[in-house]
């Protein structure tokens, strides 16, 4: 059973940083890519940046360049979210979500083409 699970969240001070991470398991795809989303109270659902897990050629929105570093352990299977600088407007929950068989390169930035989620872990930027 395919499972992705989520880690590294937690409460941090404007200016601060945190390391998310997302393993996955359970899964026999062979250049797969993997998405950060995130969902704050009242908002919709965003992407936050995408990897391509054999090159790992990055995509990332407007809101992450400059802050954000997506990377990956391929021995591992697992994925990185470094957040740095984080603002109060960062607080929400971040996703990760695979996307078995890309059509896009590096990745999509679109929620409907990753067909599994993780549980989410929780960001909170607090002063």
């Known amino acids: 059973q395919v499972q992705l699970v989520e880690s590294g969240g937690g409460l941090v001070q404007p200016g601060g940083y945190l390391r998310l991470s997302c393993a996955a398991s359970?899964?026999?795809?062979?250049?797969?890519?993997i998405g950060w989303f995130r969902q704050a109270p009242g908002k919709e659902r965003e992407g936050v940046s995408c990897?391509?897990?054999?090159?790992?050629?990055?995509l990332y929105a407007d809101s992450a360049k400059g802050r954000f570093t997506m990377s990956r352990d391929n021995a591992k299977n697992t994925v990185y979210l470094q957040l740095n600088i984080l603002k109060y407007e960062d607080t929400a929950v971040y996703y990760c979500?695979?996307?078995?068989?890309?059509?896009?390169?590096?990745?999509?930035?679109?929620?409907?083409?990753?067909?599994?989620w993780g549980q989410g872990t929780q960001v909170t930027v607090s002063s």
């Open positions: 979500a695979a996307d078995p068989y890309p059509r896009k390169y590096p990745c999509s930035d679109s929620l409907g083409a990753y067909d599994y």
């Open positions: 359970g899964f026999t795809w062979n250049d797969y890519a």
């Open positions: 990897i391509r897990v054999n090159s790992g050629m990055t």
